[in-house]
């Protein structure tokens, strides 16, 4: 078996571990019971556009965390194993890309694999990964659109980087708002100041890519909210 099968069998272990307790525990915290009435709340009402909270609109987040709660008890029932599968999921993919990212920084699959170890088995991850809000979504986005930048200075580009890069920081805006930004292009800006092989990453074409990527898929929802709620 290949360490890239070894690997994936591994993350389906995880997976099915970090699924296995979820519908065991209610919810028992503030910030999980809002996702998770707002996400119940989205169903009862077929509103998908407006969060409520008791029926108050609740414009404290964008809308995607509320989105994936809903997903989840869409599909699995108003319990919490459904309102929490999506941050499992969101989890591994980030168990995922962490593992590509320190190949790319690393060159060594086995280097790469206890990186993806000891970031999957932190105590705060593991917590992040089995709740519904925005912090597991938010490391998720973070952590792709960094490996897509970054692939072009440690790596062999790929044409589609610039405008995944482009969705997963969309997404993110669309999880929380301009603070995605801080965790990836202002370091990201910052290192071209200093490091030469940071500052022909992207050619102006990709970089337009992938702004009209991040502009298509973050903006239509503050729009038509806007548009709601003047």
Known sequence: MTRARRFLLLLLLYFAALLAPLGAVSVVESTEARYAEAGREMILSGDYLQPRINGIK????PALAYWTTAAGMRIFGLNGFGMRFFSVVAACLSVLYVRGTARLLLGDDRKALNAALVFSTSILFMTLARVASTEIYVVLFVVASQ?????????EKRAWDAPMAGLFLGL???TKG???????????????????????VFRPREILAGSAVFLAVALPWYLLAIAENP
Request: glycine share 8%; no cysteine; aromatic share 20%.
């Open 172 to 174: 993110g805006f669309l």
């Open 178 to 200: 301009h603070i995605v930004f801080a965790f990836t292009l202002l370091p990201y800006l910052a290192a071209k100041l200093f490091d030469e092989s940071h500052r022909k």
């Open 58 to 61: 609740h414009f404290h987040k």
């Open 147 to 155: 490996f897509h930048m970054l692939r072009g200075v440690y790596g």
